[in-house]
Structure formats: structure tokens, C-alpha cells
């Protein structure tokens, strides 16, 4: 089993819609969470990051974390042609031995079709 | 702000041939530093990592080294290139550190690198 599970997609949406991306995972010593936003041949790009369980919002993005059933989410409200990208959920462990070392998903393959 | 380099943006190398890929840092000291590949199944698989100078940690055995000869810079090397080691190459980079910090890491722009 992967320490993180994420459905690749392809996920299709049209323009408007609230997208749900979610990542999975099973190492309870994970503490901090990330999502990446990722356009073809490019690197990716840091959206949104938490510490522990709870809610951050920026904009039109929702990152929700679960610590007690090891479950993240990123919500997209609106969703735009310009939010057409692969999504990769990242997520590490806190203290010096990990050394900032994350964890990903295999990334999520969104469109948002006009 | 800090920014990150990476270069070539793309490459093109027979079986063989030697490998250098180059990482660049500015704006921050004494960054932790990380190689990836990323191949077409999209996962990021880490490489190398550093958090100092002459300090490189492997993550998977391979053909593959990294150096760390100044503060913010880290190269990727081989001395003879597989097929297999074609792919998108990603360096990152993670505040160095401190208790209490938390870990976002920032990309650079990637190499994309095919072995012919």
C-alpha cells in the first residue's frame, strides 16, 4: 500500500463547477499538508498548505484536512478553463530526521471544458 | 523573494553520455535542498536531497549523483546516461531547519531530459 493514495483522474468538468480533489494516506505521523497545482511541462506550483486538521480558504480554493480518518481534500469553486492542470497532493511529518522531505500522490489530471 | 534556476530547460543526450544538470537558489541561506524525476505517470519520485553544503542524502539507488559544492547550488550528475533516465528533472527547495517551521517546498522550472 502507498503511504498516499490519490485518484488520478482524468477528472471533466465544465466551467462552473465545484471540483473535489482528495488524497488518502496512512502514515498518522503526518502533519503538514500541501497541494500543488501543476501545468503541462512545467514544475508545480505550491497552492495552498496546512498544519494538522481544519479549513484554509484562498479565493476560489478550500483545503480541508482530516487527521482522524487520514483524508485530505481541495475544493475549487468556479472552476475555470485556467484551472486545467494536474493537481498533486504533498504532505510530510514534522520533526529534524524528516528533514522537509514530502510525500506526494500520483496527481490528479483535471480539465474544465468551457 | 527567493527564486530558483534550473537549466537546460531541455536536453537531448545518446546512451552514455555524461549528465549535469544544474540548480540554482536566490534569496535565502542555507536552503535544504531536493532533486526529482517525474516520468509520464506524473509521481515525483525524490532523488537526492541536501541540507548543507558536501551534505547529499540518496533516496533511491541509481545512476545518478548530486553535489552540493556551494550554498545554493545543487547539480545533478551522470557519468554514463540509460534510456531509462529520461524524464522531467525538478529541483525544490525547503526553508533549512528550525523548530517549528513548517515544510512547504518551491520548484524550479524543470529539465526535461531525453535519453536516445
Same mark, same amino acid.
Given at each position: 500500500?502507498?503511504?498516499?493514495?490519490?485518484?488520478?483522474?482524468?477528472?471533466?468538468?465544465?466551467?462552473?463547477?465545484?471540483?473535489?480533489?482528495?488524497?488518502?494516506?496512512?502514515?498518522?505521523?503526518?502533519?503538514?499538508?500541501?497541494?500543488?497545482?501543476?501545468?503541462?511541462?512545467?514544475?508545480?506550483?505550491?497552492?495552498?498548505?496546512?498544519?494538522?486538521?481544519?479549513?484554509?480558504?484562498?479565493?476560489?480554493?478550500?483545503?480541508?484536512?482530516?487527521?482522524?480518518?487520514?483524508?485530505?481534500?481541495?475544493?475549487?469553486?468556479?472552476?475555470?478553463?485556467?484551472?486545467?492542470?494536474?493537481?498533486?497532493?504533498?504532505?510530510?511529518?514534522?520533526?529534524?530526521?524528516?528533514?522537509?522531505?514530502?510525500?506526494?500522490?500520483?496527481?490528479?489530471?483535471?480539465?474544465?471544458?468551457? | 523573494?527567493?527564486?530558483?534556476?534550473?537549466?537546460?530547460?531541455?536536453?537531448?543526450?545518446?546512451?552514455?553520455?555524461?549528465?549535469? =544538470?544544474?540548480?540554482?537558489?536566490?534569496?535565502? #541561506?542555507?536552503?535544504?535542498? !531536493?532533486?526529482?524525476?517525474?516520468?509520464? @505517470? +506524473?509521481?515525483?519520485?525524490?532523488?537526492?536531497?541536501?541540507?548543507?553544503?558536501?551534505?547529499?542524502?540518496?533516496?533511491?539507488?541509481?545512476?545518478?549523483?548530486?553535489?552540493?559544492?556551494?550554498?545554493?547550488?545543487?547539480? =545533478?550528475?551522470?557519468?554514463?546516461?540509460?534510456? #531509462?533516465?529520461?524524464?522531467? !528533472?525538478?529541483?525544490?527547495?525547503?526553508? @533549512? +531547519?528550525?523548530?517549528?517551521?513548517?515544510?512547504?517546498?518551491?520548484?524550479?522550472?524543470?529539465?526535461?531530459?531525453?535519453?536516445?
Amino acid at each position: 500500500q502507498k503511504e498516499v493514495e490519490q485518484d488520478p483522474g482524468p477528472l471533466s468538468v465544465p466551467e462552473g463547477a465545484i471540483v473535489s480533489l482528495n488524497c488518502t494516506y496512512s502514515n498518522s505521523a503526518f502533519q503538514y499538508f500541501m497541494w500543488y497545482r501543476q501545468y503541462s511541462r512545467k514544475g508545480p506550483e505550491l497552492l495552498m498548505y496546512t498544519y494538522s486538521s481544519g479549513n484554509k480558504e484562498d479565493g476560489r480554493f478550500t483545503a480541508q484536512v482530516d487527521k482522524s480518518s487520514k483524508y485530505i481534500s481541495l475544493f475549487i469553486r468556479d472552476s475555470q478553463p485556467s484551472d486545467s492542470a494536474t493537481y498533486l497532493c504533498a504532505m510530510n511529518g514534522a520533526g529534524g530526521t524528516s528533514y522537509g522531505k514530502l510525500t506526494f500522490g500520483q496527481g490528479t489530471i483535471l480539465t474544465v471544458h468551457p | 523573494s527567493q527564486t530558483i534556476h534550473q537549466w537546460p530547460a531541455t536536453l537531448v543526450q545518446p546512451v552514455g553520455s555524461p549528465l549535469s =544538470l544544474e540548480c540554482t537558489v536566490e534569496g535565502t #541561506s542555507n536552503p535544504n535542498l !531536493y532533486w526529482y524525476r517525474q516520468a509520464a @505517470g +506524473r509521481g515525483l519520485q525524490l532523488l537526492f536531497y541536501s541540507v548543507g553544503i558536501g551534505q547529499i542524502s540518496s533516496e533511491v539507488p541509481q545512476n545518478l549523483s548530486a553535489s552540493r559544492p556551494q550554498d545554493r547550488q545543487f547539480i =545533478l550528475s551522470s557519468k554514463k546516461l540509460l534510456l #531509462s533516465d529520461s524524464g522531467f !528533472y525538478l529541483c525544490a527547495w525547503t526553508l @533549512g +531547519r528550525t523548530s517549528g517551521t513548517s515544510y512547504e517546498q518551491y520548484f524550479g522550472p524543470g529539465t526535461r531530459l531525453t535519453v536516445t
